[in-house]
């Protein structure tokens, strides 16, 4: 159970830093829209 519940989290910040991520991208590089597509395809 343990393990199940830690991946769960783990994979739930895995999702949140990656749309943090996106969105500072989005935000400080307004003018480079094709900076976080390359980061989502990895």
Known sequence: ???KVA???ASGLG???VI???TA???FIG???KAPAE???K
Do not use: D, I
């Open 20 to 22: 943090f991520v996106t």
């Open 31 to 33: 003018h480079h829209p």
């Open 15 to 17: 999702l949140v830093a």
């Open 25 to 27: 991208c989005n935000g």
């Open 1 to 3: 159970m343990k393990s």
């Open 39 to 41: 980061l989502l395809k």
């Open 7 to 9: 991946r769960l989290l």
